[in-house]
């Protein structure tokens, strides 16, 4: 086991160096093909050249490997490595605020957003996976298959527009009408955006839309690994033990069937840590995803970087972690 | 998960008090069983019959389809079902028939008075728990055993078992044990809870020739010691010989010869079980051409009327071919062939 995590951490950082190297491949050459990104902050007026030259020296722009097409700047991406050690993601190209401190205020938002959303998926998902999956061909089974088509069949912008209108606004404002009825629920749970009135129960709604999609997936993971499961050679061994029908179901081959939705789960954790453009830009919620979409319509180059940068380690880690958990679920991976 | 009392609840007790100890541990009496396909309805045992007497091994020959697992988990109660269907017939454990049993009675048969020994241990033993967890779940669950109590059991039972090193290999899992070793683990997981009856589906079909003399060798060793009857379910004539007292040949998922292991190498009553023995390959031969069996064995869904072997048969005449099936003729005291021309077989 300790072999295994060592020998996964070690695959973990040229994964990491990888993934940053081709993220800082993509921006110089972007900057190389399209001229220096300073020229967009003026917009119609015509910046002085002692304007431009000192703004990209403050934004670390003026490097010459800039200007040659196709020159990876080995030399920019060791400083950007540093940087990014020592938490320094540069500043904003126009709020010249640090990215550090915009992501840091984004990211409270969008990780109470994925963790509903994350809760709501593991656990209804592996419910309806498991129930659909002890009785295949049944009409739970099929009441879970096809509600989980519609769910990814129907683009999460539809699904969150339909809800918030629907379940938010309309419904949400007759029992906002009604002065009798508790507030957290009515402006709470139901609201239609963000209210920093109700820092949790208002990111409910937008976390279960968050989680919609990634139910079904696990639902119908869950199923198909049941439905294999109840008829392995070892359920039959553990019938023939004798043993009760609940702690065959419940031990043996529930243990067996949550390895592959474990490790989905994680991936989808990594997932929905990175922020979410669309829904959180639906419901108005403040966090990294929105952050992302409104820099990169206003061509802040580095807030995008550093929040991509960030949302990629997020992602690695969580993978890293998966592949630990799923050698302690499966000890024929821990033993290789 | 609810612990199972040590005490015997009331319907075990009423259960234990049913049994009679002088009739045979086991006896079989025309079971039948379907299975729902889309293609119809398989006829997968058709009129099985057989009594196990105490103490005895059985060896329930036949080939792929002929019925002898679907005989074994019938007995068992583990068929899946749906599709598997018991449409008929009576399975007498002391007496008792276990088909008109409760589930929870029935429940408690399994492993306590019955245990089974599947065929390729590997996918039979639950790969992510250690075998130390997989045979103290038996003490947990069947005796309340406390977890430290059934561990050492574990020990014990891997150690009759002759598994090397039983105190740090309880630990392990399954497959880290070699072939040989994960089948002695199924043995021991069999014998746990010191059951009157063995049931072993093809227990050496998936080990090495050298590895299987040893695991038939332990297993009849242990029957031994426990005054267990045995079922040994298995298409290994060599097998067969060496430990079985007796034989059911099933064909189409009937018994069509059953007799003394000794008489029906020395003169088989059946033209099936002439033609199986005729196709062992045999030294003295060699260079020849090996004997083999003409056409295939019956779609289950379509058994052929009359005698289901006729199309095979070379001694087939034109009543064969015809409904009824043959009954069972008396070849000996203790010898029946389901075949009208089972005197011409046994002399020629």
Redesign the interface.
């Known amino acids: 086991m300790g072999r295994y995590v060592i020998r996964r951490v070690l695959q973990f950082i040229p994964t990491v160096l990888g993934t940053m190297f081709l993220l800082h491949y993509l921006t110089s050459l972007g900057i190389q093909l399209t001229g220096n990104p300073v020229r967009a902050l003026f917009g119609d007026r015509t910046p002085t050249p002692a304007m431009m030259a000192a703004l990209s020296e403050r934004l670390n722009l003026n490097d010459p490997c800039l200007t040659q097409t196709g020159n990876p700047c080995i030399g920019l991406f060791g400083e950007r490595l540093v940087n990014i050690a020592q938490w320094d993601f540069g500043i904003s190209l126009t709020g010249q605020r640090e990215v550090t401190d915009i992501i840091g205020a984004a990211l409270p938002y969008t990780i109470r957003i994925a963790l509903i959303g994350f809760v709501f998926e593991a656990f209804v998902g592996i419910l309806a996976g498991v129930l659909a999956g002890l009785r295949s061909g049944g009409f739970l089974d099929y009441f879970v298959k096809i509600s989980t088509t519609l769910i990814i069949a129907v683009p999460i912008f539809v699904l969150g527009i339909v809800i918030r209108e629907f379940v938010a606004v309309k419904f949400g404002n007759q029992l906002r009408a009604d002065p009798n009825f508790p507030e957290i629920i009515s402006r709470g749970f139901l609201a239609a955006g963000y209210k920093p009135d109700y820092p949790w129960a208002s990111l409910f709604i937008p976390g279960l839309v968050l989680g919609a999609t990634s139910l079904a997936v696990t639902a119908r993971l869950t199923r198909t690994s049941m439905v294999e499961n109840v008829r392995a050679d070892y359920v039959r061994t553990a019938r023939a033990k004798g043993l009760m029908p609940r702690r065959i179901t419940g031990v043996h081959t529930l243990r067996n069937s949550l390895i592959p939705v474990v490790t989905s789960l994680g991936v989808d954790l990594g997932v929905l840590m990175g922020g979410a453009v669309v829904t959180e830009t639906i419901f108005n919620v403040p966090g990294i995803g929105r952050v992302a979409a409104q820099s990169a319509r206003t061509g802040d180059a580095s807030v995008v970087i550093g929040i991509v940068t960030l949302a990629a380690l997020i992602f690695l880690v969580a993978n890293l972690l998966v592949d630990i958990l799923y050698a302690v679920l499966d000890p024929r991976i821990r033993y290789e | 998960?609810?612990t199972e009392a040590p005490v015997k609840s009331p319907s075990t007790a009423r259960f234990l008090s049913q049994l009679d100890m002088t009739a045979p541990p086991l006896e079989v009496r025309n079971l039948h069983v379907e299975f729902h396909t889309t293609s119809g309805e398989a006829h997968a045992v058709n009129g099985m019959n057989f009594v196990l007497s105490q103490g005895e091994t059985r060896a329930i020959l036949g080939e792929s389809g002929s019925g002898k697992s679907v005989t074994a988990?019938a007995i068992?109660g583990?068929l899946?079902s749906p599709p598997a269907k018991i449409t008929h017939g009576e399975i007498l454990y002391r007496g008792v028939d276990l088909l008109k049993l409760s589930d929870e009675d029935r429940?408690?048969?399994?492993?306590?008075h019955i245990?089974?020994i599947?065929q390729?241990a590997l996918?039979?033993?639950?790969?992510?728990?250690t075998v130390g967890f997989q045979l103290g779940?038996?003490f947990r669950?069947?005796r309340g055993m406390s977890r430290q109590a059934s561990k050492a059991k574990a020990i014990e039972l891997l150690d009759m078992v002759k598994i090397p090193a039983a105190k740090q290999r309880v630990n392990d899992?399954p497959?880290?044990f070699s072939g040989g070793m994960r089948q002695r683990v199924?043995i021991a997981?069999a014998l746990a809870l010191e059951p009157e009856i063995l049931i072993a589906d093809e227990p050496t079909t998936a080990l090495d020739v050298t590895v299987q003399a040893q695991v038939m060798g332990l297993l009849s060793e242990l029957q031994r010691e426990h005054n267990m009857s045995l079922i040994l379910i298995t298409h290994d004539m060599g097998v067969v010989a060496d430990v079985a007292d007796s034989i059911s040949v099933m064909y189409a998922g009937r018994v069509v010869e059953d007799a003394p292991v000794a008489d029906i190498y020395a003169r088989p009553a059946h033209p099936y079980t002439k033609a199986l023995l005729e196709s062992i390959p045999r030294v003295d031969l060699k260079g020849q051409e090996l004997a083999v069996i003409k056409g295939l064995p019956p779609v289950l869904t379509n058994i052929p009327p009359g005698c289901a072997f006729h199309p095979r048969c070379r001694y087939a005449k034109d009543n064969c071919k015809v409904p009824p099936e043959p009954p069972h003729y008396d070849v000996d005291v203790n010898r029946v062939a389901a075949c009208h021309y089972w005197r011409e077989v046994i002399e020629s």
């Open positions: 998960m609810t988990q068992m583990i899946d429940r408690r048969v399994r492993a306590n245990a089974m599947f390729d996918s039979a033993l639950n790969p992510v728990f779940e038996l669950k069947h899992f497959h880290q199924m997981m």
